[in-house]
């Protein structure tokens, strides 16, 4: 009775840790922002996104880049064409901004990383329309 007990709590915790390593992995994505336009907001792809997406992620997301080079990127995630943003705008809000409700800093994984602020205006030109 007592080892039938033992062996039924070491099977209970060995299930425990097998589902534990995907649960401590930071998500991808993160909620929208919720990012609201300002009727003063002056960004545009020329003065901020294109910037913004050569600083800090086309280095992996370009359609210039195949293989290893893009160092894990997914393919059609590439940011070197205000084309290839648009096209998945919502999940660069949900990986890279920040908004009334929510940061999201699960991209780039590794630095150089924005600021905050950053993140913020990014969500703006974002909720903008990405002029
Ligand atoms: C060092 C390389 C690198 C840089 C720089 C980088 N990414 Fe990524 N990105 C990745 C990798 C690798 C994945 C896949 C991660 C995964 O599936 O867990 C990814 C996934 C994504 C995804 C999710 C794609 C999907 O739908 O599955 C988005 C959106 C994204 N990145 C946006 C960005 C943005 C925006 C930037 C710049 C602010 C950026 N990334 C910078 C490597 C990079």
């Known amino acids: ?31 929208p922002t919720e990012s609201v336009c300002p009727t003063t907001s002056t960004l545009t792809y020329d003065n901020f996104g294109k910037p913004f997406v050569e600083t800090y992620c086309t280095d992996c997301h370009s359609s210039q880049l195949t293989g290893a080079a893009r160092m894990g990127a997914p393919s059609f995630h590439d940011f070197d064409t205000l084309f290839g943003i648009k096209a998945v705008s919502d999940h660069i809000d949900e990986t890279a901004a920040s908004g009334p409700a929510s940061t999201n800093s699960s991209m780039p994984p590794r630095s150089p990383r924005p600021s905050i602020e950053d993140r913020r205006l990014l969500g703006e030109w974002i909720a903008c329309g990405m002029p």
């Open 1 to 31: 009775m007592r080892r039938l007990g033992l062996a039924a709590t070491l099977a209970a915790s060995l299930l425990a840790s097998a589902a534990a390593p995907g649960c401590s992995d930071p998500p991808l994505f993160g909620p």
